[in-house]
């Protein structure tokens, strides 16, 4: 059985149009399936919570963008009966990135109704100290690039300019506002051998599942969602001129061995900070924490990639 969950409102409305071509064409191959086209924020881990009960296998497709699938994802109880399938129709797509799937809605579902390669995906955990926890499946991370995710997020014009494919601007504005008023803060990260490393004047640090987030930044070129590690980019000790010329090589993965760029493997790790700083998963926001732990769920999630 196949159970589709449509964002219709992704991609500047895109995700609509597509939803209408794949329906078609569902119809027309009479494949037997469900639909549940969102209507608001939330709905779509309220779905994936009660898919999660069903006791036979099925393949869940999402039709919609990386926010739409970190609610998919975050809502399974568990991804023993879960084969998943992508339909990208977002703006960011990191996720239809890092894993070089079909970007083309036909081919896309005709490669899930006869799926010929499955990978098994690893799915991070972010858990504050108070035991809230929330999956991600591209990446999650504390300071900058968490800080540009809330301020393009309630920044009112975002909504506005995803209409004219101009919503990228409201990141870049976000960016440079964050990155000239946004203090520097010390890190102390713990990993899962025991080691501790500290960072006295830390920007950001991203852990990171797949090579991409934010739209195409390639923070982690050699992330492996199929290893049992993550990698962590963690910048620190740069000056903000600094900062802004060498974002622009994180696009090509150009940023990899510049001074001030660390990269780190590791299974979990602890996050400690010297504030409370904003901390994403997948672009949403998961609060202000001054601690915070990373660390893969316990199952792994079937994932249709050709």
Request: hydrophobic share 40%.
């Amino acid at each position: 059985m196949y159970y589709f969950v449509v964002n219709p409102v992704s991609g500047c409305g895109k995700g609509k149009k597509i939803w209408n071509t794949i329906k078609k064409e569902l119809d027309q191959l009479s494949v037997e399936y469900e639909a549940f086209l969102l209507r608001q924020k939330g709905e779509a881990r309220t779905i994936a919570a009660s898919l999660s009960a069903l006791t036979q296998p099925f393949t869940l497709v999402v039709v919609g963008g990386d926010g739409t699938l970190n609610e998919v994802i975050g809502g399974l109880s568990s991804f023993i009966n879960v084969t998943l399938g992508c339909i990208p129709t977002g703006s960011g797509n990191d996720f239809v990135r890092g894993l070089k799937l079909e970007k083309d809605p036909l081919t896309a579902l005709h490669q899930i109704l006869h799926p010929q390669k499955l990978r098994r995906l690893k799915i991070g955990q972010t858990i504050s100290p108070s035991g809230c926890r929330s999956a991600f499946c591209v990446s999650s991370g504390i300071g900058f690039d968490a800080a540009v995710c809330n301020g393009a997020y309630r920044s009112g014009m975002k909504d506005m300019l995803n209409w004219f494919h101009l919503g990228k601007l409201v990141y870049t504005g976000t960016a440079l506002k964050q990155l000239f008023t946004s203090r520097l803060c010390p890190m102390k990260l713990t990993l899962d051998d025991g080691q501790e490393l500290v960072y006295p004047h830390a920007f950001f640090a991203a852990v990171m599942n797949l090579p991409y987030e934010g739209g195409g930044f390639r923070f982690a070129p050699d992330a492996d969602p199929c290893s049992d590690r993550f990698t962590l980019c963690i910048a620190e000790g740069l000056s903000k001129p600094r900062i802004l010329s060498i974002l622009p090589l994180a696009f090509s993965g150009r940023h990899v061995g510049k001074p001030g760029i660390h990269l780190i493997t590791c299974k979990r790790v602890v996050i400690q900070t010297g504030h409370p700083l904003c901390v994403h998963t997948d672009g949403e926001i998961f609060g202000f924490h001054e601690e915070v732990t990373f660390e893969a769920h316990p199952e792994r999630l079937n994932v249709i990639v050709a």
